[in-house]
């Protein structure tokens, strides 16, 4: 009997359609010609443009300053609340919960929405400190929920052990409990830098004037033309997330 | 020997549940001292007691003279083998052992030292580099071993620690365990709710029941002079009949009315009046079974009943013989001279015999008992 092949090309099509633009970004960033229907040549001279350009490495500055800011605040808020919610069953942890799990699930614009109506109606001034806020908002839950798998893969009898051959609490935490759930704090904290890092949407609501990140300024690029150093940029910062996802999830694997 | 772990009037609850009733208990130094009863009586928790991870509700806990009830598990010198061994699965077995020393700041050379004479004593010498998922149970159950005597404990406590090996590598794990006694000479205080581990190993058994210490004593003392019917019948396997004292014969005999057998002869482990409502019991194996009547003896009971069923088991037999209401089981070991006999088989009857001093009477106390039906003897081991 012959197998049907249509699965098969439902696939082909299924990933040429989701990767083929993809494909086709990165190899025009290399394209000489400034029109990606011709090639023009193999050339770095887009990105040789895209590092001269004051605007692009302003931008990139603000985004490391908020991805970082936020991947830490978030780390340390995202890792204490997964560990309230691990210990602690009250009824209030219900509702604990569930502000934790809804910036999963709201979407971006309903986010970037609200924050922006908050940040007004308090008079706050837009800009990179609002950016943080909101960034450090969504990631906390991601961050919170990657640990609290972890410590719900956790078996707390190694603490009872630790304590009974003469550690203290303190000593207890740090070479037990913290190096086992270690992996998941680093896999949210990376999970959460590349949320801020190519978070669009949201920022998009709450940045004000001269706080651009890279997302923004690539869409304001896009809009003032110059198609083929975007190429350059966006091909960049697909290489990077590509690296933060595949190391987050290593490090997830290694030690389950 | 001086009384070294006590358990002075312990009692603890949780919510509704009385895990511990007022137990007293005393553990002499270097001695094997076992907790033994059924899952639930409440050893784990007296354990987790003399650890420190729970507080008792009321009553003390004395180690070598010192209080140390209020004293958090890490300043007690105490350690603890789990049930489920609880090696840290990121450290090497070689870091496992050394943890207990290096927290207490200990200088790498002698640590190293350490380490190397305890990998020696649980033969695990070429497995210090492996993580705990590498090694085998037993293995894991020699490492534990090896990170609790590490730091010197005055008691080491074991929580079922065979529990979770295979029958042949338990076997053997006693026999090591034993050894290691010997070699460290430190006080064991072993839980365990297998009989047969209890009586290998300890020194002193405590058989618990409910939150209550039924009875302490030697193996030997716990096996032959039962206190409780508690006692006999959770170890090994145990007749009961139920009798009241017709006659006490001088200070160390009394004489039985046992519905359906003729008057019976009983050893008086302690004074009994006339009227006393007791239970007899005799252990199956200190039965005698005969086709023939036995020859008289005042000294020896005989009753007459009917084999009902007839189980071989290698090393012995065990007949299940109808008397009147009752279902006896008595084994009979094989021996070479038997074989010429006529096997008792069933149907047939048969006489049985046993000892006044090898029977033993319980004081009976009414509903409680009523439990002894579900520790009745089994057909097999
Ligand atoms: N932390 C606890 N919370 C509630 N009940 C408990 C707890 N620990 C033990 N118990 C109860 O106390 C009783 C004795 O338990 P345990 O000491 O573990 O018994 P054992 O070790 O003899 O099987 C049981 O009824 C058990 O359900
Ligand atoms: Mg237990």
Known sequence: ?256 | MEEFLVFDKVSKSFGDVQALKNVSLSVKKGEIFSLLGPSGCGKTTLLRVAAGFERPDSGRVYLDGEDITDIPPNRRKVNTIFQNYALFPHMSVWENIAFGLKVAGMPGARITEEVNRMLALVHMEDQARKKPDQISGGQKQRVAIARALINKPRVLLLDEPLAALDLKLRQRMIIELDSIHDEVGITFLFVTHDQGEAMSLSDQIAVMNEGNVEQVGTPVQIYEAPVSSFSAAFIGDANFFEGMVSRVEGADYSRLSIEGFPEVLCFNDQPRSQGDLVYLSVRPEKVRISRDRPRDDERVNMVEGAVEDVIYLGSHTRYWVRVDQYRLAVTRQHQRFQLDEKPVTWGDSVWLSWHADDGFMLQRYEEKDEDLLAFLPEGEE
């Open chain 1, 1 to 256: 009997m012959k197998r049907s092949r249509i699965p098969l090309i439902v696939a082909v099509i299924c990933f040429v359609f989701l990767y083929l633009p993809i494909i086709v970004l990165v190899i025009n960033s290399f394209n000489g010609s400034r029109f990606g229907s011709v090639w023009g040549g193999f050339s770095l001279k887009w990105y040789a443009r895209l590092f001269s350009d004051r605007e692009v490495w302003f931008s990139l500055r603000n985004t490391l300053i908020i991805a970082v800011s936020a991947t830490a605040l978030s780390v340390v808020l995202g890792t204490l609340a997964a560990f309230a919610l691990h210990r602690y069953k009250t009824r209030l942890q219900v509702l604990h919960y569930t502000l934790i799990y809804t910036p999963l699930v709201v979407p971006d614009i309903l986010m970037g929405m609200s924050l922006l109506l908050l940040f007004v109606s308090v008079a706050m001034p837009l800009g990179l400190f609002t950016i943080l806020l909101a960034h450090v908002t969504f990631c906390i839950s991601y961050v919170a929920m990657v640990v609290l798998a972890r410590l719900q893969d956790f078996d707390w009898s190694l603490m009872m052990a630790a304590s009974d051959l003469g550690a203290g609490p303190w000593t207890s935490f740090r070479r037990v409990l913290l190096p086992l759930i270690m992996p998941g704090i680093v896999s949210g904290g990376l999970l959460a830098f590349t949320l801020s890092l190519d978070d669009f949407v949201i920022t998009f609501f709450v940045a004000g004037p001269g706080s651009a990140t890279l997302p923004i300024q690539i869409y304001s690029m896009i809009r003032h033309g110059s198609p083929p150093m975007i190429n350059a940029l966006s091909t960049l910062l697909l290489v990077f997330t590509f690296t933060m996802v595949w190391t987050s999830q290593r490090l997830m694997r290694r030690t389950t």
